[in-house]
């Protein structure tokens, strides 16, 4: 899949770089370098990547379906949770293991336990502060500040 295509794919959906980093369980710089085909999302990605754009085929376009996505539980965000393995389905478990991570300094898996944390549940107040520490730890400024 091309990085014109990704960026086709998140914009026809409406979503910033960010509310699809958090979806698909990357980190907002990823998705900017995968739609610069200067890096290529996980296999595991791009099968998320692809229920988008196949869901996208079948939807009307007319209506903005990031509102939809977080406000009604039975649109691409519940196809997306249902294609997750039953082991990474718990939110608290992933946030758990972002902060053991984050113990032991390893940052970037970190932020990935609680990107993916986070796509299952957003409104989770301490996995926001714990991706924005390491976010900070990382020089992330920006993104620390985003949290």
Not at 92 to 111: K, W
Not at 116 to 135: E, I, M, N, P, W
Request: hydrophobic share 45%.
């Amino acid at each position: 899949m091309t990085g014109a295509r990704i960026r086709q794919i998140r914009e026809s959906w409406r979503l910033t770089q960010t509310e699809f980093a958090c979806l698909v369980g990357a980190h907002p710089i990823s998705v900017s370098r995968w739609e610069n085909s200067s890096a290529s999302p996980t296999a595991f990605q791009l099968g998320l990547i692809e229920q988008f754009a196949i869901a996208a085929e079948h939807k009307s376009q007319t209506v903005d379906v990031s509102a939809r996505i977080f406000a009604d539980g039975h649109d691409v965000l519940s196809a997306i949770v249902a294609s997750r393995p039953a082991a990474a389905l718990d939110s608290r478990a992933l946030t758990a293991r972002g902060v053991e991570l984050q113990g032991r300094q390893l940052h970037a898996d970190a932020i990935q336990c609680f990107l993916q944390s986070l796509a299952l549940k957003v409104d989770d107040a301490f996995t926001h502060y714990r991706l924005g520490v390491s976010f900070r730890d990382c020089g992330m400024k920006l993104e620390a500040a985003e949290c």
